[in-house]
């Protein structure tokens, strides 16, 4: 007799739109001392490539949540949750190569000082970043790639579509948005 094999044809089903159909939410307020910071982003990739490397943003006063960036090409926005309440300014950022798990060595990463956004985290509230984080990864002439980024002021427009788009995340009615 045969075992029966539609079981885990099922579960695998089950398990693959589980992965693709989770999409960012806002957390649950879990303290009056926090925020929420949220980062637009840009990611393209012109090769067949995957990004070889990933982003932190460093910032002023240092807190204990690390603003992390991973290049992704199907999301407009970085959801940092958990901010203390205080107000900062992005002093730098450093590059990390891409490594699946493990530690990266400090030789390996690049840092480069910056004088950036500052923001005000409140309590209860969401915070948009001034600036969208714009990452391409293309094609060099010499069949190479070269990973490139930079930080651009939102445009107004831009701005109240991302607001607008985020106020319908999950659990967006837990918070406030700030001007």
């Known amino acids: 007799m045969k075992p029966n094999k539609a079981p885990y044809g099922v579960m695998i089903i089950l ?9 960012q939410k806002f957390p649950k307020p879990i303290s009056k001392e926090e925020g929420v910071l949220v980062i637009a982003h840009n990611a ?3 090769t067949q490539f995957n990004f070889g490397f990933k982003y932190e943003l460093n910032y002023l006063p240092e807190a204990s949540v690390q603003i992390k960036i991973k290049p992704n090409t199907t999301s407009d926005f970085i959801i940092i949750d958990h901010f203390p309440v205080g107000e900062y300014w992005i002093s730098g950022v450093t590059t990390l190569p891409d490594h699946s798990g493990g530690t990266i060595p400090l030789s390996q990463r690049n840092k ?8 005000d985290i409140k309590p209860g509230q969401v915070t948009l970043l001034d600036s969208q984080f714009i ?3 293309a094609r060099r002439t010499d069949s190479g790639t070269v990973q490139s980024w930079k930080l651009k002021k939102l445009d107004d427009n831009y701005r109240n579509a991302l607001v607008n788009n985020l106020k319908k995340l ?3 009615q837990l918070w406030s948005f700030s001007d």
């Open 15 to 23: 398990c693959v739109f589980t992965l693709f159909s989770c999409s």
């Open 170 to 172: 999950e659990n967006s």
């Open 135 to 137: 990452v391409v990864n």
């Open 112 to 119: 480069k000082t910056i004088n950036g956004d500052s923001f």
């Open 44 to 46: 393209t990739n012109e």
